[in-house]
């Protein structure tokens, strides 16, 4: 049985991603050669890959306790809600999101541009 497909929109580069029911957008990005931010290499220890969600949250599994401790004190000094902050290597697709990465791909510490 084939899973079915979702698109994910990277703002502000305007990325398409297919990405497969319940794949991650870390995964995906990096097979399309994006080089998502990371130090851990996706081992959800780092919380470089965290991306803002702009539309979606909910096609998004539930974020787990360990996700959700290490995003909380990101999205307080962002000011936003928690479940607006999510790891892309933690983070399965189950549905059409648009998110903004928090730094740019191939770099570890330099942070975008507010939208």
């Not at 305007?14 to 097979?31: P, S, Y």
């Not at 220890?45 to 599994?61: F, K, R």
């Not at 607006?84 to 697709?93: F, G, H, L, N, T």
């Amino acid at each position: 049985m084939l899973r079915p497909v979702h698109r994910v929109t990277v703002e502000p580069q305007g990325i398409e991603l297919e990405v497969k029911d319940g794949q991650t957008v870390f995964r995906v990005a990096n097979e399309r050669g994006l080089n998502w931010p990371t130090r851990c290499g996706g081992a959800r220890t780092c919380t470089l890959c965290t991306m803002m969600i702009i539309d979606g949250a909910e096609n998004l599994s539930r974020p787990d306790v360990e996700e959700s401790f290490l995003v909380a004190p990101i999205a307080r000094r962002a000011g936003v809600e928690p479940t607006r902050i999510r790891m892309a290597c933690a983070a399965k697709v189950k549905g059409r999101v648009v998110v903004r990465p928090r730094y740019r791909f191939g770099e570890t510490g330099e942070e975008e541009e507010p939208a």
